[in-house]
């Protein structure tokens, strides 16, 4: 029953939208904001806010700041959801899953990293805001899944994100494919 319903709603979304030829966040059901990109190119952001005087938490699709090229229009699927390992309940954008070694191996599997360009590229670009070449990290992370996230570890990611020029290695040792991306000119 609830698949059925998923899929009635997927397809009235996917009508609705040729029918209005627009995605606007502020428009989408909640269970779609995450992982969805509006016509303007911007990232849905999915957001609590607090009501009945707080004792209440209620959610909200929202346009973030965020613009992605080329993949304007677009609500990601639930096969790349569950191959990626996100959800699509997931409130605002945050680089702290890259440090669950469950997290990152799906990402880093084919079926995500292959098949999934929208996931893909927010994560990349969240990597990236904290030091990291995600390709880099899903190497190691195919061969050394512990050394992969000690080498998140020492990059800095822990500790918040940065700007890419501020960002560099934390130690000597840190192999090329994770060191910092260049600077944007």
């Not at 698949?3 to 030829?21: D, T």
């Not at 009945?52 to 096969?79: F, H, L, R």
């Not at 959801?81 to 680089?95: E, F, K, Q």
């Not at 899944?145 to 560099?168: F, T, Y």
């Amino acid at each position: 029953m609830a698949m059925a319903m998923k899929i009635l709603f997927l397809a009235f979304s996917l009508f609705l939208q040729g029918v209005l030829g627009d995605i606007v966040c502020e428009e989408l059901p909640i269970g779609m904001c995450s992982f969805s990109i509006a016509s303007s190119g911007k990232r849905c952001l999915l957001e609590t806010s607090a009501t009945n005087g707080g004792s209440t938490v209620a959610y909200q699709c929202t346009t973030s700041e965020v613009v992605v090229k080329d993949m304007p229009e677009w609500i990601e699927s639930d096969e790349c959801i569950r191959a990626c390992g996100v959800d699509r309940y997931s409130v605002g954008l945050s680089s702290d899953s890259l440090l669950e070694p469950q997290f990152t191996a799906k990402l880093c599997a084919p079926a995500c990293f292959q098949n999934c360009p929208n996931i893909v590229d927010l994560y990349n670009n969240l990597a990236l805001a904290e030091g990291v070449f995600l390709p880099g990290l899903c190497k190691i992370q195919h061969t050394n899944p512990r050394r992969a996230m000690s080498q998140l570890l020492s990059s800095g990611a822990a500790s918040g994100p940065v700007s890419a020029e501020a960002a560099g290695p934390a130690s000597s040792d840190m192999p090329a494919s994770l060191a910092c991306a260049p600077a944007s000119m």
